[in-house]
């Protein structure tokens, strides 16, 4: 079975009442996430652990895997047409890749729209997928050039509602864990944290997918394309 990465993936993977003996390597290049995953599969009994490894450099063997899930992954990797050939590597004739990215997802965006708007144009965010990432072809054109068929990528699309309980507490927490820019959190940032939470707050509300009802609960609404493919040649 597959890099499966974090554990959601695992316990969805369970949840299908797969055959025994059944076989997950779970792998993410971040070491906490890593630590995460094990933790929680030590919690829950599972057989598996997850390993520090890159998705543009796969220490598994050619054809190993009947099926590989990369969750939410390749518009944020370096080298995102290097990771896709790996996933065909390593995926055996027959097998399933299955991946997902955001066509939109309001957060994450806000938090980029937000570092440029306080500290210009030319900022960036430590993890920040490829502008690309909003076009309905591009997870295919990464596939098609990882070495899979055209033809056999499925797309599908997906909304994911998340409610905000308290925009002022969502704010804060949302920017403290996407607002890091490259190389970590600077003096500059402390000195101009509240204006940019604030700035963060402001640009949300004007966001497609931010949603307020009548009774006043906030509702964000993000867009997830699925491409799911087989591989149907050498």
Same mark, same amino acid.
């Given at each position: 079975?597959?890099? %499966?990465?974090? *554990?959601?993936? @695992?316990?969805?993977?369970?949840?299908?009442?797969?055959?025994?003996? #059944?076989?997950?390597? *779970? $792998?993410?290049?971040?070491?906490?996430?890593?630590? #995460?995953?094990?933790?929680?599969?030590?919690?829950r009994?599972?057989?598996?652990? /997850?390993?520090?490894?890159?998705?543009?450099?796969?220490?598994? /063997?050619?054809? $190993?895997?009947?099926? @590989?899930?990369?969750?939410?992954?390749?518009?944020?990797? !370096?080298?995102?047409?290097?990771?896709?050939?790996?996933?065909?590597?390593?995926? +055996?004739p027959?097998? @399933?890749?299955?991946?997902?990215?955001?066509?939109?997802i309001?957060?994450?965006?806000?938090?980029?729209e937000?570092?440029?708007?306080?500290?210009?144009?030319?900022?960036?965010?430590?993890?920040? =997928?490829?502008?690309?990432?909003k076009d309905?072809?591009?997870?295919?054109?990464?596939?098609?050039?990882?070495?899979?068929?055209?033809?056999?990528?499925?797309?599908?699309?997906?909304? *994911?509602f998340? =409610?905000?309980?308290?925009?002022?507490?969502? /704010?804060?927490? &949302?920017?403290? /864990? #996407?607002?890091?820019?490259?190389?970590?959190?600077?003096?500059?940032?402390?000195?101009?944290? !509240? %204006?940019?939470?604030?700035?963060?707050?402001?640009?949300?509300?004007?966001?497609?997918?931010?949603?307020?009802?009548?009774?006043?609960?906030?509702? #964000?609404?993000? &867009?997830?394309?699925?491409?799911?493919? +087989?591989? @149907?040649?050498?």
């Open positions: 079975m597959p890099p %499966a990465a974090l *554990a959601p993936v @695992t316990e969805a993977l369970l949840a299908t009442s797969p055959p025994a003996g #059944l076989q997950i390597k *779970a $792998t993410d290049i971040a070491a906490g996430m890593v630590q #995460l995953y094990n933790a929680t599969s030590a919690a009994k599972w057989p598996y652990t /997850a390993t520090a490894m890159d998705a543009q450099k796969l220490d598994f /063997a050619d054809k $190993t895997f009947s099926h @590989t899930f990369l969750s939410f992954g390749l518009p944020i990797i !370096d080298d995102p047409v290097r990771a896709a050939k790996e996933m065909y590597r390593t995926l +055996r027959g097998g @399933t890749a299955v991946t997902a990215f955001w066509l939109q309001p957060q994450g965006e806000c938090a980029q937000t570092r440029c708007a306080v500290y210009g144009p030319d900022a960036r965010l430590a993890v920040q =997928p490829k502008p690309e990432h309905r072809d591009y997870l295919r054109s990464l596939l098609v050039q990882g070495g899979f068929r055209f033809q056999d990528v499925q797309l599908h699309e997906k909304s *994911a998340l =409610p905000v309980r308290s925009l002022d507490e969502f /704010a804060l927490a &949302i920017w403290s /864990a #996407l607002g890091v820019p490259p190389g970590g959190w600077t003096q500059h940032d402390e000195d101009t944290w !509240d %204006a940019a939470v604030a700035k963060y707050k402001e640009l949300l509300q004007k966001r497609s997918g931010f949603r307020v009802d009548g009774q006043g609960n906030i509702t #964000l609404e993000a &867009i997830a394309q699925v491409a799911i493919v +087989r591989k @149907t040649r050498e």
